[in-house]
């Protein structure tokens, strides 16, 4: 049990690091992410809302204050990870290395959330 709950931190610590700094660099560096997602071919309208969606999910996930809040924030995570690979990987630039990070770090955290805390469903 002591080993799901330190595998449970370390991965939660990164994915949620990866998605809130991700999401005050759209904020603090607004141009290299417009430019980025130029690149990628995502409306730049999009940028803030992420931004602010990145922040509250890695909030709901630590925080742990609203079961429905994490799984949500857990699935969003997961689906902009997705994206960014495809999305890298249809571009080629080669910066796909944190997207497939992301995948692993979330479904890792998602995991041993349900072996250290229990099961979503025993929780409700």
């Known amino acids: 049990m002591k080993n799901h709950k330190i595998i449970y931190w370390i991965a939660t610590g990164i994915v949620c690091f990866l998605f ?3 999401g005050m660099m759209y904020f ?11 690149s990628l071919g995502f409306p730049t309208w999009l940028i803030y809302p992420l931004a602010i969606l990145k922040i509250l999910g890695a909030i709901a ?7 429905f809040l994490k799984e949500l924030a857990y699935a969003g995570f997961l689906y902009d ?3 960014a690979l495809v999305a890298h990987l249809i571009v080629n630039d ?7 990070l ?5 479904l890792i955290s998602w995991r041993y959330d349900r072996l250290y805390f229990g099961t979503y469903e025993q929780k409700i």
Do not use: M
């Not at 080669?94 to 497939?100: D, F, K, L, R, S």
């Not at 992301?102 to 979330?106: E, S």
């Open 28 to 38: 603090f560096n607004y141009e290299h992410a417009h430019n980025f997602f130029v």
């Open 94 to 100: 080669g910066e796909y290395t944190p997207a497939i």
């Open 20 to 22: 809130f700094a991700g």
């Open 81 to 83: 990870a997705i994206l």
């Open 102 to 106: 992301a995948i692993l770090f979330t």
């Open 61 to 67: 996930i630590l925080s742990r204050k609203s079961l």
